[in-house]
């Protein structure tokens, strides 16, 4: 009963920052693995659980989304997923205990990423007049990395778009929302096949960020935006540290 409440508790707190700014997995993800889930199914567990939050989000976004000019849907959904398919194949063939070395790191990439977010977008658009609109040579690599790890991908993607040239930050929301479930999906088939989901605390999970989505972000948008962010890289920077000291311990 503890476990359940843990993980209803960690989908909720997940949903609602996934909802208003990211950073969700810095929650879900250490939640599964305190409650002694290995950590490659662990991580699979956490990008299963937040596949609801993210269909939910992209068709409250689909007005948004059809405002974007020119963008190749079904081309950016399709390598999206291929991406997703390739680093959800390089998470099921890594060993909990390799994938446990990369962790901290991940966590600290993603850490940075999330707090420096407005840097990462402002440095990305820079690039806008090199790099092609819509082009694939960056969202491949990019959706690698989010079906091996996930962490941090909403920020990352917001920075592709940002090299692009998009500007409307709602389209951009939307357009990342659905990606992340194309990939997202794709991910879930593939973890399901390779056996890698822990089926019933994502059954929770999902319904706690469902609910977080929904009902928390209301509750968050009050909270002022620099303190939330604040807040976020403060638990992101403390579940790094407990991995490195759990890397560090050999657990």
């Known amino acids: 009963m503890l476990e359940a409440l843990l993980l209803f508790a960690a989908g909720f707190l997940g949903g609602m920052l996934n909802a208003v700014a990211g950073g969700g997995t810095f929650i879900t993800f250490p939640a599964l693995v305190f409650i002694g889930i290995p950590p490659v199914v662990a991580n699979a567990t956490s990008t299963i659980a937040a596949l609801p939050g993210y269909l939910s989000a992209a068709l409250a976004f689909r007005g948004d989304i059809r405002r974007i000019q020119d963008a190749p849907f079904a081309r950016l959904t399709v390598w999206t997923m291929i991406g997703g398919a390739i680093g959800s194949g390089l998470l099921?063939?890594?060993?909990?205990?390799?994938?446990?070395?990369?962790?901290?790191?991940?966590?600290?990439?993603?850490?940075?990423?999330?707090?420096?977010?407005?840097?990462?977008?402002?440095?990305?658009?820079?690039?806008?007049?090199?790099?092609?609109?819509?082009?694939?040579?960056?969202?491949?690599?990019?959706?690698?990395?989010?079906?091996?790890?996930?962490?941090?991908?909403?920020?990352v993607l917001l920075a592709v778009f940002a090299m692009w040239g998009m500007t409307d930050l709602h389209a951009m929301n939307g357009l990342k929302c659905w990606l992340s479930f194309a990939l997202s999906a794709v991910a879930f088939a593939i973890f399901a096949v390779g056996g890698a989901v822990a089926w019933i605390p994502a059954a929770i999970m999902a319904v706690g960020t469902i609910t977080g989505g929904y009902a928390g972000a209301p509750v968050a948008r009050r909270i002022p935006r620099d303190t939330l962010r604040l807040l976020i890289a403060f638990i992101g920077v403390g579940m790094t540290a407990i991995f490195f000291w759990r890397l560090i311990q050999g657990a």
Not at 117 to 143: C, E, M, N, T, Y
């Open 92 to 155: 099921l063939i890594s060993s909990n205990k390799a994938f446990s070395a990369l962790v901290p790191f991940l966590l600290l990439a993603a850490t940075l990423v999330f707090y420096f977010a407005d840097d990462v977008r402002r440095a990305a658009s820079r690039w806008r007049s090199v790099v092609k609109p819509f082009g694939l040579g960056i969202l491949l690599p990019v959706a690698i990395y989010g079906g091996y790890f996930n962490g941090g991908l909403g920020i």
